[in-house]
């Protein structure tokens, strides 16, 4: 997988891609993730990377014209599954949308800021809009980083055990149930006995047990319309 990710702050995504998954999924050469400084497309003398919005509207908008060449360039250079744009109204990013994502080859990403970008790219050339939460941030840098992680960490061979990726909170629809660690008994806490048991059936049963019990507690949304 590719990912090219445009933004006018490339120095915030220094960061998230030079540590733990998303490092070794690089040095592994299962992705590739590409930092772009708009700037470098922007044909002002002074590599203005905002405009004024047309009307009323308070705040600037990232310019067309570097942006739009910025596209235009990469998409001559290969094709995209994507062209995503990152922004508190996009649709709210959940796991299948991931999982779907994670098959992709090539995915560009591109960082709003201000106050967002020109309503045509949205319309004629951004091909999906996916937000991480109704929050506002100030620019879809964490967004998209946030984005890369939970895609690479699903890349084939990027986590060393392949089935944990699986086992992951919202892979079945439910949260995770809950894990524990030595020693068994612990300042007085207990490890609950049938995790000592040996008893995989029992385990099995245990977890998914806890798993059920978790998600009606905490986020009986995700239940509704299933049939348990
Ligand atoms: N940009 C600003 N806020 C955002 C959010 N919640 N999700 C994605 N991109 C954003």
């Known amino acids: 997988m590719r990912i090219d990710i445009l933004t006018v702050l ?6 998230p891609f030079d540590e733990s998954i998303v490092k070794r999924g690089i040095d592994k050469g299962l992705v590739e993730v ?6 470098d497309w922007s044909n002002n003398k002074h590599n203005k990377v905002d405009d004024a919005p047309f009307g009323t509207a308070a705040g600037m908008v990232l310019a067309m014209q570097p942006l739009h060449d910025a596209i235009t360039d990469l998409q001559s250079q290969r094709d995209y599954d994507e062209v995503i744009f990152l922004t508190p109204d996009g649709e709210t990013l959940a796991q299948p949308r991931v999982n779907q994502l ?4 090539n995915l560009m990403l591109i960082c709003g800021h201000y106050k967002g970008i020109d309503q045509r790219l949205r319309d004629h050339v951004i091909t999906l809009e996916l937000s991480i939460g109704d929050y506002v941030l100030s620019g879809g840098e964490l967004a998209a980083a946030v984005l890369t992680d939970a895609l690479v ?3 084939p061979g990027v986590i060393g055990d392949e089935t944990s990726a699986l086992s992951d909170s919202f892979q079945d629809g439910l949260l995770a149930p809950p894990v524990y660690t030595r020693p ?12 000592l048991s040996g008893n995989h059936a029992a385990i099995d049963a245990w977890q998914e047990e806890q798993a ?5 507690a905490r986020r ?3 239940l ?4 348990l």
């Not at 059920?212 to 009606?216: I, P, Q, W």
């Open 224 to 227: 509704e319309g299933r049939d």
């Open 102 to 105: 994670s098959l992709s080859g």
């Open 184 to 195: 068994a008994v612990y300042n007085g806490w207990k490890v609950p006995d049938v995790l």
């Open 220 to 222: 009986p949304d995700l």
């Open 34 to 39: 590409h930092v772009h400084n708009l700037r």
């Open 153 to 155: 960490r699903l890349l």
């Open 10 to 15: 490339p120095g915030l995504l220094k960061g």
């Open 212 to 216: 059920l019990a978790r998600t009606k």
